[in-house]
């Protein structure tokens, strides 16, 4: 009997402990912990959109699939995906963000964002998607970058970005959107992202337009489509304006042919009535 009441406690006493250690916080990946502590004081936020951005909330921001930060999406208990779009957030990008290496898709994007883009998201290897457009971001596209084989979507449009496209960024297999429209980049647009597909380019013109020291295929041939249709437009309104002044020309012949032949038939009528009867 007394085996019996022993077994029992501690039966009890584990199933205790157990539920204690179910219902103890998870703290969260070190990792995790460092690239948002850094990335939110590297941000501003005078629309106080990141309120809930706290250090105590750092220390566990995951329980599972469910995130306790705003704009924050987990998986297995760490930070998969960031997007924090259109907060009126200023400051820059913590190159700490590398940190985060379970991150998948980083979108910042509609922002006031400045400073360079982190040559550090190098170290982001499980990263798909990169949107850090509508921002004020400066200097060169790093070409690093190309170190993130699994990126399938770069997105810089409507930023200050300056220099070439980095040739890298062609080799990029799984790249199947890209936009860096509206910069101020220069140079000629690498090979591999303006290879056909077929009759079509990988990339068309509207992922280029908008920097005014880019040259080459396709914006080459829009220019020359926009050329040719400008020529067609002034060759038309040429020959418009020809076969106007022609009609305008014929018409007034015309009126002046009726017009004199009025006269001389008036005249003729004169002559008729002067001349004598025999």
Request: glycine share 8%; aromatic share 8%; hydrophobic share 35%.
């Amino acid at each position: 009997m007394a085996r019996s009441h022993r077994f029992s406690y501690r039966l009890l006493f584990l199933i205790l402990l157990t539920l204690e250690t179910a219902q103890r916080p998870t703290t969260a990946d070190p990792n995790d912990e460092a690239c948002l502590k850094n990335l939110r004081e590297s941000l501003q936020d005078p629309a106080s959109n990141l309120r809930n951005w706290t250090n105590s909330v750092f220390t566990n921001p995951c329980s599972g699939f469910t995130s306790y930060l705003p704009g924050a999406t987990c998986n297995n208990g760490r930070i998969y995906k960031l997007s924090l779009t259109n907060l009126s957030l200023r400051g820059t990008i913590s190159p700490f963000l590398s940190n985060c290496t379970n991150l998948q898709s980083l979108d910042l994007s509609s922002n006031q964002i400045s400073g360079v883009i982190p040559p550090e998201i190098q170290y982001l290897v499980n990263l798909a998607v990169l949107n850090l457009s509508s921002n004020q971001l400066s200097g060169e596209i790093t070409p690093q970058l190309a170190l993130c084989a699994y990126l399938n979507v770069i997105d810089l449009h409507d930023n200050q970005l300056s220099g070439s496209i980095p040739q890298q960024l062609g080799l990029l297999a799984r790249l199947s959107a890209f936009d860096v429209s509206n910069n101020k980049l220069s140079g000629q647009i690498p090979t591999y992202l303006s290879n056909r597909t077929g009759s079509f380019p990988r990339f068309n013109a509207s992922s280029f337009v908008g920097n005014k020291g880019l040259y080459g295929y396709p914006l080459q041939e829009m220019m020359m489509k926009s050329r040719g249709l400008s020529v067609m437009a002034i060759v038309g309104i040429g020959l418009g304006s020809g076969v106007a002044s022609l009609m305008i020309s014929f018409t007034g012949v015309c009126l002046w042919l009726r017009i004199t032949e009025k006269k001389m038939v008036e005249e003729e009528g004169k002559i008729s009535q002067s001349m004598p009867d025999y």
